[in-house]
């Protein structure tokens, strides 16, 4: 008689409970046998670390209910079978119309209870909300397996993984004598702790010997903000989300409100001079219903020509080899949807033009002579690198004036992403949720892409940005510029900001933030189980991420061969996607991994049966 065959999943976030609703959607056609699945994690199923409870109601998900699912549908690249499911809105609404049990977070939280109750399509739910829904989509495909198979679940932190490379693993639990004997072992960690790097420990030490405060990375939800004092001034570096974060619990969270509009201080806020290397916030998030025919994605950067690129002799070089494709791609989706939409701002048939773009090399002159003539107004074309830098070459002489000119740029950013005249924007975005899914088949490309994703696709709803118009406004935030550095001053014990947009402004400060995720890669992590798998013989990229097989997610070691018995999947992975979940209908390349490494290990354990007299996993 044989034992029964164990997989032991590390890390029960989202995509841990994304891997476990594709065991439930394809272990009838692969493995029909018992099987213990033990889901290992300090925090709750479903939600995680980044979508638990357990933080405050003011921070919200940077996406719009409807464009919120777990499931798969017939967009996405599998193999396995298509379990479509509600959306977060369509959830919410089964829940407040009876159809469905609200669970236990809902049922428990008298204010959880009442966003589901008012709760739109269009809302940004609250990040709590959002963890029930988690929790909802967990025990559903908990629900969902086969009787043969049980899950445990393991409340505490998974300390290392050993066993010999063909053998059983041992997965060594923190507080347990004890190690879980494993069949199969996934790595579904999502973000990461890291530890500070050279200069994150310089400025660290710099603010010790003066008394100051120094926030490195981290993760805004978890940071312990008391240090930043009412009245004072703080840098802020970064001006990503991690910073929308960190202004709401500075304001709002220290008893701030908005009245009409305006920002009414509580007196407890510190002022945030932020600044970034771009010197502006992410952009809005899209504020309007599709409007019109959808760009049909992928047109000119799709699977053919991902697998030649990756099938050539040497490695593909992102920016030589790759970016002119991702260009004219997102060029095409912009220009089909302007031609559609305003056909006045355009001097040439789309027929024509389409056939002209489609012969055009990409990145060539002859494509950028064609666009110009096409559509006359610079305004109108796509100018990815512009986009990127938006503050090159612009100076103010005074920090007032700077200050005027970025709420100018951010009142324009929210005008633009919630005027369906501007739909070309929303097509960019679709061409860029089209672009990633091919990208995470080229691994570890760095890491100015998902900086250059999150920037364009990624950044806040629309609230947020008018809350921090009223922040500026009301003096609690001030914007520094572009190509912010710092400087720490050994003999006046303060730390000084600056930046290229206003020349010959300072700012001194004793209290330093950075606003943004802490480093991914195995060397910096202070994950104790990804470091042990490093030092053991995994292996990593060359911007340090773990090495894994983009087809299965199965680990590599140091020299490219993979371990038969362990996967990874999230952020610290050369597969990285830009979520654990996404907008329904966008191809959802987490949900193609989960399924490939689903079936994999569901193969594997059907053609390696586990013999009844088992040796231990570390014989």
Same mark, same amino acid.
């Given at each position: 008689?044989?034992?029964?065959?164990?997989?032991?999943?590390?890390?029960?976030?989202?995509?841990?409970?994304?891997?476990?609703?594709?065991?439930?959607?394809?272990?009838?056609?692969?493995?029909?046998?018992?099987?213990?699945?033990?889901?290992?994690?300090?925090?709750?199923?479903?939600?995680?670390?980044?979508?638990?409870?357990?933080?405050?109601?003011?921070?919200?998900?940077?996406?719009?209910?409807?464009?919120?699912?777990?499931?798969?549908?017939?967009?996405?690249?599998?193999?396995?079978?298509?379990?479509?499911?509600?959306?977060?809105?369509?959830?919410?609404?089964?829940?407040?119309?009876?159809?469905?049990?609200?669970?236990?977070?809902?049922?428990?939280?008298?204010?959880?209870?009442?966003?589901?109750?008012?709760?739109?399509?269009?809302?940004?739910?609250?990040?709590?909300?959002?963890?029930?829904?988690?929790?909802?989509?967990?025990?559903?495909?908990?629900?969902?397996?086969?009787?043969?198979?049980?899950?445990?679940?393991?409340?505490?932190?998974?300390?290392?993984?050993?066993?010999?490379?063909?053998?059983?693993?041992?997965?060594?639990?923190?507080?347990?004598?004890?190690?879980?004997?494993?069949?199969?072992?996934?790595?579904?960690?999502?973000?990461?702790?890291?530890?500070?790097?050279?200069?994150?420990?310089?400025?660290?030490?710099?603010?010790?010997?003066?008394?100051?405060?120094?926030?490195?990375?981290?993760?805004?939800?978890?940071?312990?903000?008391?240090?930043?004092?009412?009245?004072?001034?703080?840098?802020?570096?970064?001006?990503?989300?991690?910073?929308?974060?960190?202004?709401?619990?500075?304001?709002?969270?220290?008893?701030?409100?908005?009245?009409?509009?305006?920002?009414?201080?509580?007196?407890?806020?510190?002022?945030?001079?932020?600044?970034?290397?771009?010197?502006?916030?992410?952009?809005?998030?899209?504020?309007?219903?599709?409007?019109?025919?959808?760009?049909?994605?992928?047109?000119?950067?799709?699977?053919?020509?991902?697998?030649?690129?990756?099938?050539?002799?040497?490695?593909?070089?992102?920016?030589?080899?790759?970016?002119?494709?991702?260009?004219?791609?997102?060029?095409?989706?912009?220009?089909?949807?302007?031609?559609?939409?305003?056909?006045?701002?355009?001097?040439?048939? *789309?027929?024509?033009?389409?056939?002209? @773009?489609? #012969?055009?090399? &990409?990145?060539?002159?002859? %494509? +950028?002579? !064609?666009? /110009?003539?096409?559509?006359?107004?610079?305004?109108?074309?796509?100018?990815?690198?512009?986009?990127?830098?938006?503050?090159?070459?612009?100076?103010?002489?005074?920090?007032?004036?700077?200050?005027?000119?970025?709420?100018?740029?951010?009142?324009?950013?929210?005008?633009?992403?919630?005027?369906?005249?501007?739909?070309?924007?929303?097509?960019?975005?679709?061409?860029?949720?089209?672009?990633?899914?091919?990208?995470?088949?080229?691994?570890?490309?760095?890491? *100015?892409?998902?900086?250059?994703?999150? @920037?364009? #696709?990624?950044? &806040?709803?629309?609230?947020? %940005? +008018?809350? !921090?118009? /009223?922040?500026?406004?009301?003096?609690?935030?001030?914007?520094?510029?572009?190509?912010?550095?710092?400087?720490?001053?050994?003999?006046?014990?303060?730390?000084?900001?600056?930046?290229?947009?206003?020349?010959?402004?300072?700012?001194?400060?004793?209290?330093?933030?950075?606003?943004?995720?802490?480093?991914?890669?195995?060397?910096?992590?202070?994950?104790?189980?990804?470091?042990?798998?490093?030092?053991?013989?995994?292996?990593?990229?060359?911007?340090?991420?773990?090495?894994?097989?983009?087809?299965?997610?199965?680990?590599?070691?140091?020299?490219?061969?993979?371990?038969?018995?362990?996967? /990874?999947?999230?952020?610290?992975?050369?597969?990285?996607?830009?979520?654990?979940?996404?907008?329904?209908?966008?191809?959802?390349?987490?949900?193609?991994?989960?399924?490939?490494?689903?079936?994999?290990?569901?193969?594997?354990?059907?053609?390696?049966?586990?013999?009844?007299?088992?040796?231990?996993?570390?014989?």
């Amino acid at each position: 008689m044989n034992a029964v065959p164990t997989l032991v999943v590390i890390g029960a976030g989202p995509r841990g409970t994304g891997l476990i609703e594709r065991i439930a959607a394809n272990a009838a056609g692969l493995y029909d046998g018992p099987l213990d699945i033990h889901l290992v994690d300090p925090f709750p199923p479903g939600g995680g670390r980044i979508w638990r409870h357990d933080q405050s109601p003011l921070l919200w998900m940077n996406s719009m209910a409807e464009d919120v699912t777990m499931f798969t549908d017939e967009t996405v690249r599998l193999a396995g079978p298509v379990r479509p499911g509600p959306a977060l809105d369509a959830w919410a609404a089964d829940v407040r119309e009876g159809r469905t049990e609200p669970g236990p977070d809902v049922a428990a939280d008298p204010a959880l209870r009442g966003e589901v109750e008012g709760l739109g399509a269009a809302d940004f739910p609250s990040r709590r909300l959002q963890g029930a829904y988690l929790r909802w989509v967990y025990e559903r495909s908990v629900a969902a397996l086969p009787p043969t198979v049980t899950v445990h679940e393991h409340r505490g932190r998974a300390l290392r993984v050993t066993g010999p490379r063909g053998g059983r693993q041992s997965v060594h639990l923190e507080g347990r004598a004890e190690p879980l004997a494993a069949d199969l072992v996934v790595l579904a960690l999502g973000h990461l702790d890291a530890e500070p790097d050279d200069e994150q420990r310089r400025l660290s030490g710099f603010a010790g010997r003066h008394g100051l405060v120094h926030l490195p990375p981290d993760f805004t939800a978890d940071t312990d903000l008391s240090a930043l004092r009412p009245g004072e001034p703080v840098i802020v570096r970064g001006f990503g989300l991690a910073f929308i974060d960190l202004m709401v619990l500075l304001t709002e969270g220290r008893g701030g409100r908005y009245e009409d509009g305006a920002y009414l201080p509580s007196g407890e806020e510190p002022v945030l001079y932020v600044g970034s290397r771009r010197g502006v916030p992410y952009h809005s998030k899209i504020g309007y219903v599709r409007p019109g025919e959808r760009p049909p994605l992928p047109r000119f950067f799709g699977p053919d020509l991902a697998e030649e690129l990756l099938n050539r002799p040497e490695p593909p070089d992102f920016r030589r080899d790759i970016w002119p494709h991702v260009d004219k791609e997102l060029g095409y989706a912009h220009y089909h949807r302007l031609f559609a939409s305003r056909p006045e701002r355009t001097t040439a048939d *789309w027929t024509v033009f389409e056939e002209k @773009y489609a #012969a055009a090399e &990409p990145g060539s002159a002859d %494509l +950028r002579a !064609l666009v /110009a003539a096409a559509v006359p107004d610079p305004a109108d074309r796509l100018d990815l690198a512009a986009l990127d830098h938006p503050l090159d070459g612009i100076r103010h002489h005074s920090s007032g004036a700077f200050q005027e000119a970025t709420r100018a740029y951010i009142t324009a950013d929210l005008e633009r992403r919630h005027d369906s005249g501007h739909s070309e924007d929303l097509a960019v975005f679709l061409g860029l949720l089209s672009v990633y899914g091919q990208l995470t088949r080229f691994g570890d490309i760095g890491e *100015w892409w998902h900086g250059f994703f999150s @920037y364009l #696709a990624s950044g &806040p709803p629309g609230p947020r %940005l +008018r809350q !921090l118009l /009223a922040l500026s406004r009301a003096g609690v935030v001030r914007f520094l510029g572009a190509g912010t550095t710092v400087e720490t001053d050994e003999e006046r014990g303060v730390f000084r900001a600056s930046a290229a947009t206003v020349p010959g402004e300072r700012t001194e400060a004793r209290a330093l933030v950075e606003a943004r995720l802490p480093d991914p890669s195995p060397r910096h992590t202070r994950s104790t189980l990804l470091r042990a798998l490093y030092e053991d013989g995994a292996g990593a990229t060359a911007t340090g991420l773990l090495a894994v097989d983009p087809g299965d997610g199965r680990v590599l070691d140091r020299d490219g061969r993979p371990y038969p018995r362990r996967f /990874a999947l999230g952020p610290h992975t050369a597969a990285r996607t830009s979520g654990a979940f996404t907008r329904p209908r966008t191809g959802g390349p987490a949900f193609g991994q989960n399924d490939a490494t689903a079936r994999a290990a569901l193969t594997f354990l059907r053609d390696h049966p586990v013999p009844g007299d088992a040796a231990g996993p570390d014989d």
